[in-house]
């Protein structure tokens, strides 16, 4: 069997803005969202086939470094390990027998980290496959894994897999600042009705992206965070210290938490800014980051 080996990157979501729009009755949570791909991304590494004829293993095996390696899960509840799987299972691509994951993206961050490893090897193992086949192993892996297959700029509806694309934003840069981990399920769990919306906040943004308008920050952030804050009551404390060290600075909340992000003009005020919020949050995780293109379909 010939030896592939692939290397590429998996770039994090942020969710610009996110509406719950209602509760089905399998328990999953309707929503609506404008997600964009930025450039704080992991690197994957695949080797595909058995140079030596031996048997290629049903799991591939997951090598993991880089700091935020301690909190990935390893063997099939890894996400990119159960693309692989399916991949195989499916008869598309080479069947993986290593991956190797730098993991650089935060984990329960609300910036999709485990869902982009995924797309990323369903897109680089599956390069050259029906675009639809990838797409519904996309979904079988999670609800965000289908945007992160795609990327760039989306408007989001369903439980995350229904995507109309968008014009990318193609200026400014994210300030990201990481204040701390929520799981998802527990922010979930934690919403009550009065987090619950129409879909009108989105509906404007993707519009305004529609028709290549700078985004309005003030359309920005997460119906989840009200739900985020209770989950992990510390998260408020660490919110009001950073608002309070940069006065009139507009954050919002990606996705689930605990990562927050403000849109600036460029990289510069960016970086500026980076500087004025640092000491404030001395265990957080900051970054400046660039909006990202849709990957080539």
């Known amino acids: 069997m010939t030896r592939v080996l692939r290397l590429g990157r998996a770039p994090a979501k942020l969710n610009l803005a996110l509406e719950l729009t209602g509760r089905r009755a399998d328990g999953y949570h309707e929503l609506a969202a404008v997600s964009q791909t930025v450039d704080w991304s992991d690197v994957i590494a695949l080797d595909g086939g058995a140079p030596d004829e031996r048997p290629v293993p049903a799991v591939p095996e997951l090598l993991v470094w880089g700091p935020e390696a301690h909190r990935v899960p390893l063997g099939p509840a890894n996400l990119a390990v159960r693309a692989a799987i399916l991949l195989r299972e499916q008869g598309l691509g080479t069947p993986l027998t290593r991956l190797a ?16 490893d995924a797309a ?30 795609r990327g760039g700029a989306c408007h989001l509806s369903g439980i995350g897999e229904v995507m109309s ?43 305004a992206l529609r028709s290549g308008c700078p985004p309005d920050p003030g359309l920005f952030g997460s119906g989840l965070q009200p739900a985020a804050l209770r989950a992990v009551p510390k998260l408020i404390g660490r919110l009001r210290g ?22 600036q003009p460029d990289g510069m005020a ?19 980051a660039l909006p ?3 990957e080539a379909t």
């Open 120 to 149: 990323a090897v369903l897109r680089m193992a599956g390069e050259g496959s029906d675009r639809g086949q990838l797409e519904r192993i996309a979904l079988e892996c999670g609800a965000d894994v289908p945007f992160g297959l």
């Open 292 to 294: 990202l293109a849709a």
């Open 270 to 288: 960016a970086a500026v800014l980076a500087r004025a919020a640092a000491p404030a949050c001395p265990e957080a995780g900051i970054r400046v």
């Open 101 to 116: 994951l730098e993991k650089r993206i935060p984990t329960q961050s609300g910036l999709g980290g485990g869902s982009a």
């Open 242 to 263: 950073l608002m309070e060290a940069t006065p009139g600075v507009p954050w919002a909340m990606t996705g689930s938490g605990g990562a927050f992000f403000s849109y």
């Open 165 to 207: 694309p968008l014009s990318p934003i193609r200026t400014g840069a994210f300030l990201i600042v990481v204040l701390g981990s929520v799981a998802t399920g527990a922010a979930y769990a934690a919403t009550d009705p009065a987090d619950f919306s129409d879909g009108s906040r989105v509906e404007q943004l993707a519009n």
